[in-house]
């Protein structure tokens, strides 16, 4: 029977874009499941981004507790398996209630514990995200968490100008002045002065993006129209592939910053009356808050409460010029454009030996240095990711993992190849070697390995691929936002019909080997 499982989520744009986390995970722990997502209507659009989703219930946007209840218990036909409620209030408690499932879990919202905080003012030095509370779920449900950002599809629905546009200008910033409060808005024209420094230092094409606050899309109008495009109201998909396009997001305290951190552009956010480690800052890897200290933060804990203080001091202190500062370190080293491949070693590069300890053994499979050749001369970066848990299960001391991966890199590099990089990472949960018997953070499908390799090399995850022969390779890939391509060397062809028969691993392409693999991304990736 498949697993059927139900998120509950009703609102609002950033909660459901942090949510994404948890699903993706959910469908890595198991496969074959189908996850519904409960939503408000006004949200569907932005829960069809969320890759691993498969059926999206929704409620009207202003639903009444009866037809809330009628919905509830036509939902309980569907005989869910397991209920995740996300969203912990009285209503999404009520459809809990109705549903009969054998796992109900609620994520810890903490409330109190963050209101008392905020009253307080005593705010904790590290506070879980409301990610990783989300996460939290899945402990009670015995499954492993891997993701622990944001990640939507971006579909590359960007239209002629846009692309005119983005060719035109070395670097674009998205400036989205808006917010759920009018409270959480930094002043408009600050923003522009920031914008107009960007445009003349920089050349950047700069791009306003808002939904719809009515205040400030007036205010938007005054902004004089040169170099930059604006946008009000654009639907949430073409949103989200236009800012995966951009260089930079610059924004308030609100969903359109996670937005971006889900397609991994960096974000600048400003935090005025909230307070970032109450759970919500970005979680991107290149992300950054600006706030200030004042006495009076937190004001509240969502920012909606009207400033009593002669001006709000929390914005007011932050100058255009920390803005620009900001912007212009990450456009000028964390601008992350170059693509790369990561590559698993074993079965998919070299033969499987089965925890090779001796570099004699080293055999290379047919075509596969060829291949790293040319993928390296179409101007990819090779790094090669391999889980190396034998150093954990005591088969060899780490040393011997250095060693074998020192010849492998000059034997590559005597015909012709130069890797970029070469991670591995020698933990297991389950060693018997008490160093590194640890559940960590690097154990494909976890994604560290990779994000070292971004942050060194600058590479945009999402122009690159993750080549490997088993599931872990292709889960690593929708971990970070890469396409997946299996090979069926090695173990490959042992996990064909499972990729072939679930829907969660539509995007992954299945190759003969790392020489189709590249000839695949030669034919369809070239720009
Ligand atoms: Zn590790």
Same mark, same amino acid.
Not at 177 to 198: N, R, V, W
Not at 229 to 251: C, F, G, Q, R
Not at 466 to 493: C, E, F, M, S
């Given at each position: ?20 986390? %948890? ?8 496969? *074959?499941?189908?996850?519904?997502? %409960? ?9 069809? %981004?969320? *890759? ?37 209030? /009285? ?108 445009? $003349? ?18 205010? %938007? ?86 400033? /009593? ?35 698993? $070693? ?71 190849? !130069? ?52 599931? !872990? ?55």
């Amino acid at each position: 029977m498949i697993n059927k499982a139900l998120i509950i989520r009703f609102s609002s744009l950033g909660d459901i874009i942090l949510t994404s986390s %948890l699903a993706l995970n959910y469908k890595i722990n198991h496969p *074959d499941s189908k996850i519904y997502f %409960l939503t408000k209507e006004k949200f569907k659009k932005t829960v069809s %981004l969320i *890759d691993a989703v498969d059926e999206i219930v929704t409620i009207p946007d202003d639903c009444s507790f009866v037809n809330l209840c009628k919905i509830g218990m036509e939902l309980d036909k569907i005989n869910f398996n397991t209920v995740i409620d996300l969203h912990g209030n /009285f209503r999404s408690l009520t459809i809990r209630k109705i549903l009969t499932a054998d796992h109900k879990v609620v994520y810890p919202k903490r409330r109190y514990e963050r209101i008392t905080a905020v009253k307080k003012k005593i705010i904790p030095e590290s506070y879980p995200h409301t990610i990783d509370l989300y996460n939290q779920t899945l402990i009670d449900l015995e499954m492993n968490s891997y993701s622990k950002r944001p990640n939507l599809v971006s579909t590359n629905n960007i239209s002629d100008t846009e692309k005119s546009f983005l060719s035109k200008h070395p670097h674009t910033v998205l400036f989205a002045p808006g917010a759920s409060y009018a409270t959480k808005q930094y002043d408009i024209q600050k923003f522009a002065q920031a914008a107009e420094t960007l445009q $003349r230092e920089y050349n950047a094409g700069i791009i306003w993006a808002v939904t719809n606050e009515s205040e400030i899309v007036s205010e %938007l109008s005054q902004i004089p129209e040169s170099s930059l495009m604006k946008y009000v109201n654009l639907p949430i998909t073409e949103l989200t592939s236009l800012i995966a396009k951009t260089d930079l997001v610059i924004a308030n305290d609100s969903g359109i910053g996670h937005l971006a951190s889900s397609v991994n552009t960096p974000v600048v956010s400003l935090f005025g009356p909230t307070h970032p480690v109450l759970g919500f800052s970005p979680k991107g890897q290149f992300d950054q808050v600006l706030d200030v200290k004042e006495y009076c933060r937190p004001c509240s804990l969502h920012g909606g409460k009207a400033c /009593f203080r002669e001006e709000q001091f929390c914005f007011t202190k932050i100058s255009p010029e920390q803005i620009v500062n900001l912007a212009s370190y990450k456009l000028e080293h964390q601008n992350c454009r170059n693509k790369a491949v990561f590559v698993d $070693r074993d079965g998919t590069i070299i033969v499987d030996k089965h925890f090779l300890s001796d570099p004699n053994e080293i055999e290379f499979i047919e075509g596969s240095v060829d291949a790293l050749k040319r993928l390296s001369e179409s101007g990819y970066k090779i790094v090669v990711v391999s889980n190396q848990s034998g150093v954990a299960r005591g088969k060899f001391p780490i040393e011997t993992v250095e060693k074998v991966n020192q010849e492998f890199s000059e034997k590559l590099s005597a015909r012709g190849v !130069d890797l970029d990089a070469i991670y591995y990472c020698p933990h297991h949960p389950h060693g018997s070697v008490n160093q590194y018997t640890i559940k960590c953070g690097c154990r494909k499908p976890s994604p560290l390995m990779v994000e070292d390799a971004i942050e060194q090399l600058l590479i945009n995850p999402i122009e690159s691929f993750v080549i490997g022969d088993k599931l !872990d390779d292709i889960n690593l890939g929708k971990v970070v936002g890469a396409k997946p391509i299996l090979v069926r060397t090695g173990y490959g062809r042992g996990f064909q019909e499972k990729i072939d028969s679930s829907r969660f691993y539509h995007d992954v392409k299945i190759v003969d080997n790392l020489a189709a693999a590249a000839e695949f991304i030669g034919d369809h990736h070239l720009d």
